[in-house]
């Protein structure tokens, strides 16, 4: 592998310009293919085969009317006052005709309209009659009234007790995501022109977020304090901008490609997201890698920088490409749960990491052809020793004092994950809600309003749907009341509505509010109560009754998410250690690899746990809203995770295994692997933590919780796990840490990462001297 890759670099180095022309090439492919297709991103979480989500699919064959996307409004008085008397009546009247008139936005009044044109034989008006009788009033001291318009109710619209709010609920034609780019927008605004006449707030819900921006002020930032680091680790603006470069061409490339089968398959927002991420962070640390590997050899072996940049692909590239490997393979494992929404993210993702590490093995040697013998200034070169003294003495000194210390220092280094993960104990997992948006936010101030002035529940209603037991014929109306009253008569339940019904009368739906809010453990009860009893109420009514909506979703997505999980980490884990076992050669460091990797996954769900959750510290991390952590977290990263944590196991343990093969003692090999990848592994971890920290700050609750959970793991994973625990435990273990058995050690092949093949194939040539007359010593 390293003979190969020096060549490839050697390659690359020589002929810069045909590489980058490849590329350039590449890329003018993926952007000439977003022209002619459009980005088409989606909000949904859709899991196939989940009892909710099988009752949605049901209705869209039975009741296509009725599976749009939901939309909801919340009108707020400002200065006090009745919103349904006076000037604000008028203008909410406005609002409302404003909404139901726009593009996309299904009007019930034509519908309503029809029906009562059939007077008493229209089977929805007997049995909107019916179900109200059976139902009753909503629950509570002061429900909510419907707003009236010429002595008649107005489809979707009620007003609250006090009549500070009203509340519109609407539907589009289409699912939200399937919406022209700014229809939500623009409904908004179509109602807002008409508040504004009696300075009225319009307040969207959650479920009419727009979607979210990919790169903000904060990605923007992490990306800035990345170049700082590199700046402060390379101390070369010109070698500091190359691993910048391989980022971005590398996101281009992975995420744009995404973006042109946007319009074949559907990505989900989170999809885009999560490969920037990763896209930023490992393209720029598998080049900084490697750039730090040939500028050594540059400075300490006297190496010119076309041979260095071919043994620095040689040596630091084998370890880079089985870094990716591993990451790849953290990522395809989630194929394996067969979860389309998963399978996606996890392509998208797996595939930018993978363009990633093809452009530091080609395009990054061609570009530094192009920097040529500039990487390294002429004061470094004058002065190499003083240039690394100071950043290897202290990681050399972090090294000796880990050795002598191993004992404390493996108990600080189990002790503080182990701390961090206690919250974990209490995690709860759901779908972002209102609730989960900062105050700041529309969607925040709508959920706050709704539930002071309706009730929580009222931010998340839940539909029921009926369908009649027999092949074509209609429900009865007595069958409808009798089932509202049962329901209506659950604990919990706060009121029950006919929400729609199909031409042939055999398909109804029934709007059930709960009393309690969408993430709230009594709604969860009431899910789960619902769906006990409406086998017994079906088969007393003759009727097929089914639940969905945002909770009921929730509990279906965890627990699927909760079911895979084991799979999906015995098969990361197994397939994982088989690529350790191959790069090490040894039983043991694959173990305490994943073991350590396991302290950091515990620490991290615990860190999210704690901020989100239980609210602690947001004001340090920006966000302002206490929030089940989202049921798709710990599955994404756990494989994200893990697979970034192997490339700090690769480069640090790789060093040390190079210094043994050298014939250092396992002590002198820990510290001799600590000084000489120590400090990139600091500036590598600093570099991601900073790039995932910069998503923490984005306004969608999803993208916030990913970005601080990466980032915590990967703080952790680096500066606790990586650079105390496995040299500590490596120190403890001495020579037994690279036991394997012999029969096992013939079989396995020589894949040669540390570049020992490749020293005895191609020597290093004699060392140059510098322009001052001093030769350049070997470290």
Request: aromatic content about 6%; overall charge neutral; proline content about 5%.
């Amino acid at each position: 592998m390293s003979v190969l890759l020096y060549r490839l670099g050697r390659l690359a180095y020589g002929r810069p310009w045909y590489v980058i022309a490849g590329w350039l090439a590449v890329v003018s492919t993926v952007v000439a293919l977003l022209a002619v297709n459009p980005v088409k991103l989606s909000n949904e979480v859709r899991i196939d085969g989940t009892p909710a989500q099988a009752v949605i699919d049901d209705l869209s064959k039975s009741l296509p009317e009725a599976s749009g996307g939901q939309g909801m409004l919340a009108f707020h008085v400002r200065a006090g006052g009745r919103i349904d008397g006076g000037q604000s009546r008028a203008a909410l009247l406005a609002a409302v005709n404003a909404v139901y008139r726009h593009d996309h936005v299904v009007d019930p009044r034509k519908a309503l309209a029809h029906e009562l044109a059939k007077g008493a034989k229209s089977p929805l008006l007997r049995a909107q009659t019916a179900v109200a009788r059976a139902a009753g009033q909503p629950a509570g001291d002061r429900p909510p009234v419907a707003l009236e318009d010429d002595g008649r109710p107005v489809p979707g619209v009620i007003v609250s007790a006090d009549g500070s709010t009203a509340l519109m609920q609407f539907q589009f034609d289409q699912q939200t995501y399937e919406l022209p780019a700014g229809t939500i927008e623009s409904t908004v605004r179509a109602a807002q022109r008409q508040a504004d006449r009696a300075h009225l707030d319009v307040l969207p819900s959650a479920s009419m977020m727009e979607l979210p921006e990919i790169l903000g002020v904060g990605e923007v930032a992490g990306v800035i304090v990345a170049a700082v680091v590199l700046l402060v680790t390379l101390g070369s603006l010109v070698a500091a901008g190359l691993p910048l470069i391989i980022a971005l061409m590398g996101v281009t490339v992975g995420v744009g490609g995404t973006f042109t089968l946007s319009s074949v398959f559907e990505i989900h927002s989170l999809t885009a997201v999560l490969a920037l991420m990763l896209g930023l962070a490992v393209g720029i640390d598998y080049a900084l890698f490697i750039v730090t590997r040939q500028r050594r050899l540059i400075l300490h072996q006297g190496l010119d920088a076309h041979e260095a940049a071919g043994r620095a692909t040689g040596t630091a590239g084998s370890a880079v490409f089985f870094a990716g490997a591993t990451v790849v393979i953290a990522l395809a494992g989630l194929l394996v749960v067969g979860i389309t929404l998963l399978t996606t993210m996890a392509l998208a993702a797996a595939a930018t990491v993978a363009v990633s590490v093809l452009l530091a093995l080609t395009l990054l040697p061609a570009l530094l052809g192009l920097v040529g013998e500039r990487i390294c200034s002429d004061t470094a070169r004058r002065r190499p020793q003083q240039h690394t003294s100071t950043t290897h003495t202290r990681a050399t000194a972090w090294g000796s004092l880990l050795v002598r210390h191993r004992y404390p220092a493996l108990a600080a280094a189990l002790l503080i994950p182990l701390v961090l993960a206690v919250p974990a104990l209490d995690m709860k997992m759901g779908l972002p809600s209102g609730a989960s948006y900062n105050p700041d936010t529309a969607q925040r101030q709508s959920y706050d309003v709704v539930s002071e002035t309706f009730g929580p529940g009222y931010n998340g209603p839940l539909m029921v749907v009926i369908h009649s037991a027999g092949v074509g014929r209609p429900l009865s109306s007595t069958a409808l009341a009798t089932v509202a009253s049962d329901l209506k008569g659950t604990r919990g339940v706060v009121s029950v509505s006919l929400a729609g019904m199909n031409s042939s009368g055999t398909t109804a739906v029934l709007g059930l509010v709960p009393g309690a809010g969408p993430n709230d453990d009594g709604t969860k009860d009431l899910v789960t109560a619902v769906r006990g009893r409406s086998a017994q109420i079906g088969d007393r009514n003759g009727v097929r009754i089914g639940i969905t909506g945002f909770t009921a979703l929730a509990i279906d997505v965890s627990d699927r998410l909760a079911d895979v999980l084991p799979l999906y980490v015995i098969t990361v884990l197994g397939l994982s250690l088989i690529v350790l076992l191959l790069v090490f050669r040894s039983v043991v460091v694959p173990i305490m690899a994943t073991l350590g990797f396991l302290l950091s996954i515990a620490a991290t769900f615990g860190i999210t746990t704690a901020v989100f959750q239980w609210g602690w510290l947001q004001a340090l991390f920006g966000p302002d809203a206490k929030a089940p952590v989202v049921s798709l977290l710990p599955i994404i990263v756990t494989g994200v995770l893990y697979g970034l944590a192997m490339d700090y196991q690769m480069f640090l343990v790789t060093s040390i295994r190079e210094a043994r093969m050298h014939g250092d003692t396992p002590s002198r090999s820990t510290v001799s692997g600590i000084a000489h990848a120590g400090a990139v592994v600091v500036a590598a971890a600093t570099i991601m933590v900073s790039v995932f920290a910069g998503f923490i700050f984005n306004p969608q609750p999803m993208i916030k919780q990913a970005g601080l959970a990466l980032a915590a793991g990967i703080l952790i994973d680096a500066f606790v796990v990586r650079m105390a625990f496995i040299p500590a435990t490596m120190a403890l273990a001495g020579e037994k840490a690279w036991w394997i058995p012999r029969w096992l050690d013939r079989l396995l092949p020589n894949l040669d990462v540390e570049g020992d093949m490749l020293a005895q194939k191609i020597p290093l040539p004699r060392p140059a001297t510098l322009q001052e007359g001093h030769t350049i010593q070997s470290v």
